[in-house]
C-alpha cells in the first residue's frame, strides 16, 4: 500500500485525539545519575518532539517522570511553548532541555534567548548543541556560547545531541572537556563497537541520554517489507525500550510519547526487565525493518554519485514512515543542501550506494522524493 501525502497528514493529526479517557497507573519509577551533573532523572523521561497534547506532558510529571526535552526548531517553536505551557507549575519540580542547531555563536545565543522565552523559564538544566556528526562540529565558538550561557545562569549544563557519528562526537566531548551531556541515537539495531565510546564517556563523567530508542517506531511491516500505518504500538516498540534500559551506562532515554497509551507502555516498561522473549521478538522486528531503517551507522557517507546526503534523506523519511509524521519529516528534508531536494534517483541507471544493512536504498530515497520533494 503506497501512502500519499495526504494520508500522512491525516494520520498526523490523528494522533493527539488518542483517547485520554483512561490515565496510566503509576508504575515504579527509577532513576539513576546523569553523568557528572547531579541530576537525576528517571531513566525513562519524556521527547516531546512529536507531542502536540500539553495534557499528556502534565499527566506524566505527575506520575513522576522529570525530564523533558525539546528543541528550538521542534513544530516552529510551538512545541517549546506547549512544553512550557504544561510546566509552568511543575518547573522547579522538573529538568527541561532544549537544543540550538545554530552554527555560530550570534544565533546560538539568539536561539537561547528566544527558546527561554518561549518555555517561560529563566534557565534551561541542559542545553544541547543539535545534530553534530563528528567531533569538529564541536566549534571553539558554540563552545564558547554555551559556556557564556553558564556563567550567565541561563543553562545549568552543556550538552550535545548526535544522530550519526556518536563514536567521534564523543570523543570530541571528552577532548574540550567543556560537554557535561551527550545525547545519542541508540537502539538495539546498531554496532556493538559503539559500546566502547559510552564506556569513555562514562569513565569521562559524561552523562548519556538515548534517543530513537525503538529504531524509527515502525508500528507495521507486511511481508513485502512495505510500510504501512496504524497508530497501534505492537510489542517491540516495549522490547526495543526495555532493550536501552538495560544498559547500565545509559542514563536515561527520551522516547517520543503522543498519547496516553504511549505513556503508560513506557513507564511499565521502565519497571520491566528485558527478557529473552524481548530478545526473539527484536530479532523478529528487525528481519522486517532491515530493509527500511537506516542506522545511521555512516558507511554510506560519500558514496552517492549525486552527492546526496543519503542518511540525513532516509532520517526525513523515518518521521514519516515510522513515526507517522508526514510534516515533520518534509521540513527537516527542506532544510537539507538544496541538491537534496533536486536530485531524482529514478533518473540513475543503477545506484552507488549499498548499505552493509541491507537498507534497499534506491527505493527509500525515491520514497522519500516522491513524498517531500
Known sequence: MNFSRRHFLAAGLALPAASLAQAPAPSALSYQKLGRTGLTPTRVAFGCMITSDASVVEKAADLGINYFDTARGYQGGNNERMVGAALKARRKQVYISSKSHARDK???????????????????????????????????????????????????FTGVSTHSGQASVIDGAIQCGKIDVVLLAYNFTMDPAIEAALEKAKN????????????????????????????????????????????????????????????DENLKAMSAKFTEADQKILSAYLRRIGPLYCRMCGKCEGTCSKGLPVADVLRCLTYADGYGQFALGRERFLEL?????????RE?????VHCPNGVRVAQRLSRAQELFA
Open 106 to 156: 550570534a544565533e546560538a545565543m539568539t536561539n537561547l534567548e528566544t527558546s527561554l522565552r518561549t518555555l517561560g523559564t529563566d534557565y534551561l538544566d541542559i542545553w544541547y548543541l543539535h545534530g553534530a556528526s563528528s567531533a569538529g562540529d564541536l566549534t571553539p565558538d558554540l563552545l564558547e556560547a554555551q559556556q557564556a550561557a553558564k556563567k550567565d545562569g541561563k543553562i545549568r
Open 204 to 263: 569521562a563523567g559524561i552523562g548519556l541520554v538515548a534517543m530513537k530508542v525503538m529504531a524509527g517506531g515502525f508500528r507495521r511491516v507486511n511481508p513485502d517489507n512495505k510500510f504501512y500505518s496504524t497508530l497501534k504500538r505492537d510489542g517491540a516498540m516495549a522490547a526495543a525500550l526495555r532493550w536501552v534500559l538495560k544498559n547500565p551506562r545509559i542514563d536515561t532515554t527520551i522516547p517520543s510519547m503522543t498519547d496516553m497509551d504511549q505513556l
Open 337 to 345: 543542501p538544496g541538491k537534496a531536494a533536486s536530485v531524482r534517483c
Open 348 to 352: 540513475c541507471s543503477s545506484c552507488s
